[in-house]
């Protein structure tokens, strides 16, 4: 797709899979490779994907993302789910590369916003964000656990 910063974004594959399992679970996010195997599965559609920044044959970091219709227009929207970029990595515009190639995809679909959330214990992927014109004031997101 891209080449930036040494890397290469490209769709995600099976063979991705523990590389994107262990770098979600430096994130503290547990995942092992046959929950990714799943998961790239559910993404594997015109609506979703999941890209991921290989640099010489290593996956550094990956973003997920999904176009959803509204209701209440008659127009999407594109939702950031994951990213996470390699510690080793950070703070050399990688995170920024993933975010475009979403926010390319959202363009391509004629999407309203592209959404993302970014919890406060996290306050470095805030700044990312806020720092690409994400705004944080429209937060009203409520959540309830089953």
Do not use: C, N, W
């Amino acid at each position: 797709m891209t080449d930036t910063s040494g890397a290469i974004l490209r769709p995600a594959e099976i063979a991705d899979a523990e590389r994107i399992a262990a770098l979600f679970t430096d994130e503290g996010y547990p995942a092992g490779p046959s929950a990714i195997v799943a998961r790239l599965g559910r993404f594997d559609g015109p609506d979703s994907q999941v890209v991921v920044a290989d640099r010489g044959g290593e996956v550094i970091g990956f973003i997920a993302f999904h176009a959803l219709p509204r209701f209440e227009h008659d127009d999407v929207v594109v939702r950031i789910l994951a990213l996470v970029v390699d510690a080793g990595a950070r703070e050399r515009g990688m995170g920024h590369e993933l975010m475009g190639e979403a926010e390319r995809f959202a363009r391509e679909r004629g999407a309203a916003f592209v959404e993302v959330t970014a919890g406060r214990h996290r306050p470095e992927a805030r700044h990312l964000y806020e720092s690409l014109g994400y705004d944080a004031s429209v937060t009203a997101y409520l959540r309830k656990r089953l």
